[in-house]
């Protein structure tokens, strides 16, 4: 059986794709563009990840070293190369981003308080 609090995510995180989704097509009609343009594919990203590092029995630590350096790759990859400064907007997001995840994860992974039990 799952948890209440992990069934209270589950379900608030369906909602935020489902609001999501009527929001990008809504944006997509009005700006005559496609759905893939404003759907927030990087929240998903960050839910499912959450989601399924909170499943493992890996340290935190390791956890958030391996978001942190996942950040730093995506954001290289599509965030584009300027200068020096650019490494240090992506770090400062990375890390904005790896403590998000690390938040969501600890959500999920905390165990239920069943005060009522005897």
């Known amino acids: 059986m799952i948890p209440k609090r992990r069934k209270q995510l589950i379900i608030a ?19 005559h563009a496609s759905f893939t343009e404003s759907f ?3 929240l998903v990203g ?5 989601y399924l590092s909170s499943l493992t029995s890996t340290k935190p630590i390791y956890m958030d070293i391996f978001y942190f350096i996942l950040y730093m790759i995506t954001s290289r990859i599509w965030g584009g190369y300027v200068n020096w400064t650019s490494w240090v907007i992506f770090a400062v997001t990375s890390g904005v981003m790896t403590f998000f995840t690390a938040f969501l994860r600890a959500t999920f992974t905390k ?6 039990q005897k």
């Open 46 to 50: 960050i839910f499912v990840l959450a």
């Open 13 to 31: 995180f369906i909602s935020f794709i489902i609001v999501a989704t009527i929001i990008s097509v809504i944006f997509g009609l009005t700006h």
């Open 111 to 116: 165990p239920e308080n069943n005060q009522h």
């Open 40 to 42: 927030p594919f990087g």
